[in-house]
């Protein structure tokens, strides 16, 4: 089994930068992909970004050019840098783990952007 631990939300103001980490744990070379998702109030849980165990990433719309998703593998964990933050991004991100048919969920993180 795969757990996951996620760390380094907060506060930020506009046009700041947070990074993101989860760390897995378990059956880690079972790993297909990892990625992180976020929901905001009111709204589904969306795909923010994404990485495969071969390291192809992707990434929504709205935060390409900005964030980035990158892995550690001495270290099993999965990074999202935010950089450019806006209001909009506010949300509780959380890192998801692929294995077969089935899905890993950290217990979530949250970030703020507010002047």
């Known amino acids: 089994q795969v757990q996951l631990v996620e760390s380094g939300g907060g506060l930020v103001q506009p046009g700041g930068s947070l990074r993101l980490s989860c760390a897995a744990s378990?059956?880690?070379?079972?790993?297909?992909?990892m990625g992180w998702y976020r929901q905001a109030p009111g709204k589904q849980r969306e795909l923010v970004a994404g990485?495969?165990?071969?390291?192809?990433?992707n990434y929504a719309d709205s935060v390409k050019g900005r964030f980035t998703i990158s892995r550690d593998n001495a270290k099993n964990t999965v990074y999202l840098q935010m950089n450019s933050l806006k209001p909009e991004d506010t949300a509780v991100y959380y890192c998801?783990?692929?294995?077969?048919?089935?899905?890993?969920w950290g217990q979530g993180t949250q970030v703020t952007v507010s002047s």
């Open positions: 998801n783990a692929v294995v077969g048919p089935m899905s890993y």
């Open positions: 378990g059956s880690i070379f079972s790993i297909y992909a």
């Open positions: 990485i495969t165990s071969g390291g192809r990433a």
